[in-house]
């Protein structure tokens, strides 16, 4: 850790590299280098948004499995307590809540509303996975001459962060939080004979 004006400051952190392929070149210009610093300021703003917005999903996901134990139960002490003992203190991983979802889902008539949510979910746990635990790799582009960015997957595979990949993922955590609400939705209404 450094001291600036007596106060502790850590180092920047390390969340991004620039790779450079074999017979390819960047010249390191001052705009090149302004665009890469603006990029990566932004790419941890993003960062931050996933995990947040991956966490909202996680809240959502926690009340529903909530509900699928309580149904019909107004106590919401009862509710809380379940809710506190499962999710809060044990510590569960999103990827956990949504393999214990599709085996309890299994059993419920409402079976294919939880199919596309459960691949949702999984898709929502590889973007947090990749955002929270992976580095941003930037390219270089030969012909806009600019440096582009790229998440490596754990398998090696690379996939540019673009419009189309963001897109998608915008898409992604709102369908995605509209069926989680919309399910619950369905196991609180009451049914009216």
Known sequence: MNRTNNKPTLPPP?????TIEPGVSVYMDKDIANDYGKQKKALREIRGNVLAHTIEIEFS???????LFY?????????TTFNSIVFKQS???LSKKTEFLKHI?????EESDFKELIKNLNAISQARN????????FRP?????KLLPFVIHPDGQKEALDNAYFNKLNYLYSSTSTQIEAIIKKLTTPEIK
């Open 71 to 79: 149904p019909n139960v107004n106590n919401e002490q009862v509710k």
């Open 141 to 145: 582009d030969t012909e806009t001459k």
């Open 105 to 109: 889902s299994k059993n419920l008539p």
């Open 91 to 93: 510590r569960l991983s």
């Open 130 to 137: 990749d955002f929270a635990h992976n580095i941003i790799d």
């Open 61 to 67: 996901l926690d009340r529903l499995v909530t509900e």
């Open 14 to 18: 390390w969340d991004s590299s620039i």
